[in-house]
């Protein structure tokens, strides 16, 4: 069956350094993915999406996310984030049914 | 700024209450959806239409009913309420009809049901 593993409940990082927050699948054929980000209070933006050509996405608020297929992986990175990235972020897959399988989602804590 | 509106943003009800809760979509977009988002946990589709008259459900088991009888607007209705409800339910909406065409999500509507 297919799934999204968000192994991470929650990260907190420093203002300033750098996150990646990993994201693992569970898709026979090739995925399309997606990561969206949700603000406390708020519905889910979308940040960035792979659905073929350069493993290497990028996406808004200066976010990128690299899809790895020898490791059924999609993680998201940042060189640097602010306190406005604190958030809940989510990874999905598109099923052979055009619906979408979430992540449970890993919540980012900005240290100041 | 979000395109997708969600009505009440919260909802405090008493058991066996029935409750709609509402989406519109200025968009123009084909299909639309409703999630349940619990914190910690993946979201769940609960329906699903792809058009006007269209109306499927999801994954997720629920006491729930939807309709689309206009292109804009996907009502969520909840005829008795029950503490197990209690949740938050997240509206979204696409026109793409490929795989790779992303999701708008309205604020969602928080509920609670005591």
């Known amino acids: 069956a297919q799934s999204v593993t968000q192994p991470d409940i929650h990260i907190t990082v420093s203002e300033g350094a750098s996150l990646e927050l990993r994201c693992n699948y569970s898709y026979g054929a090739t995925p399309y993915l997606f990561w969206y980000v949700q603000s406390p209070g708020q519905g889910l933006q979308l940040l960035l999406k792979?659905?073929?050509?350069d493993t290497l996405v990028q996406g808004i608020k200066g976010f990128e996310a690299e899809f790895k297929r020898s490791q059924s992986s999609f993680n998201l990175r940042k060189p640097s984030v602010h306190w406005s990235d604190a958030a809940e972020y989510f990874c999905?897959?598109?099923?052979?049914?055009?619906?979408?399988?979430w992540g449970a989602g890993t919540k980012l804590i900005i240290k100041p | 700024e979000a395109d997708i509106y969600q009505t009440p943003r919260y909802l405090v009800i008493g058991t066996g209450k029935k409750i709609t809760l509402e989406c519109s979509q200025t968009?123009?977009?084909?299909?639309m959806y409703w999630y349940q988002q619990d914190p910690g946990m993946e979201l769940h589709l609960i329906h699903y239409?792809?058009?006007?008259?269209?109306?499927e459900k999801g994954d997720l088991s629920s006491e729930s009913t939807v309709s689309r009888i206009r292109t804009e607007h996907f009502p969520l209705t909840l005829e008795s309420a029950r503490p197990s409800h209690t949740s938050q339910y997240l509206c979204?909406?696409?026109?793409?009809?490929?795989?790779?065409?992303?999701?708008?999500f309205g604020n969602g509507t928080r509920l609670t049901v005591t």
């Open positions: 979204a909406s696409t026109q793409g009809q490929g795989r790779n065409s992303p999701l708008h």
């Open positions: 792979y659905f073929s050509g």
């Open positions: 968009m123009g977009h084909d299909k």
């Open positions: 999905a897959v598109v099923d052979s049914n055009y619906q979408l399988i």
């Open positions: 239409s792809y058009g006007v008259n269209s109306t």
